[in-house]
């Protein structure tokens, strides 16, 4: 009812963050009641209108900055290009920038990189595809938050360096081939068998570092 009363003011009032701030409080089931609540308006935030999703983000932008529910509930939070709609990057962004607001950029950043909170911002800052990792830098960096993206982008610069490195190593293995293959043809001791086997290997490697150079 707090969050429903929120959402339907023209602009938001902080009385409804204090108000689920001092409920939070008092007792643990208000907390676990807005965790739930946060999940639930997440996952449907597609459903309203651009008013009612500013008020309700920025009421739980409040609750986030004031430490009145735990930050674990950002696991339901993936920011990649397949798990976002443009409400729900509104809707982060209003958060974050509520809770910057709220905290100051230095705690903030601090503060996600907590191992606890870590833990549950895995899907906020992607770690597994290069393509969502650079999603994520670009989509925090636009909306003024590049500071906490810093992880991020080591993780890029050290995979770009593996990357090359494995590129290097297989074009020496490649090469070394084509130098042996050369060898023994002006000796004439390739067969044909030999010849089509290594035509091959050659084809199937270099159609792999090709893969690799397109969607890396």
């Known amino acids: 009812m707090i969050i429903e009363c929120c959402s339907q003011e023209r602009s938001y009032s902080t009385f409804y963050g204090l108000t689920g701030e001092r409920f939070c409080k008092l007792n643990r089931v208000w907390t676990d009641s807005f965790e739930s609540a946060f999940n639930t308006y997440y996952t449907t935030i597609h459903r309203y209108e651009t008013n ?8 739980f932008g409040h609750l986030f900055a004031t430490d009145s529910i735990s930050w674990m509930v950002f696991e339901c939070v993936r920011i990649n290009e397949d798990d976002t709609t443009s409400s729900s990057r509104i ?18 950043a601090e503060r996600f990189k907590d191992p606890d909170v870590k833990r549950g911002c895995q899907g906020m800052f992607p770690m597994d595809v290069p393509k969502n990792t650079r999603f994520a830098i ?7 938050l590049g500071v906490i993206t810093e992880e991020m982008r080591e993780y890029l610069k050290v995979g770009a360096l593996a990357i090359v490195e494995f590129r290097d190593t297989h074009y020496r293995w490649l090469l070394f081939f084509v130098n042996l293959e050369c060898t023994q043809i002006d000796h004439g001791t390739t067969t044909s068998y030999a010849r089509s086997r290594l035509l091959i290997f050659l084809r199937c490697g ?4 090709g893969f690799r150079l397109v969607f890396s």
């Open 52 to 59: 009612r999703l500013r008020n309700i983000a920025r009421f």
């Open 91 to 108: 809707f982060v962004k209003i958060m974050m920038q509520e809770m910057m607001e709220g905290m100051g950029m230095k705690i903030l």
């Open 138 to 144: 670009n989509y925090f960096t636009s909306i003024g």
């Open 206 to 209: 270099l159609g792999f570092i």
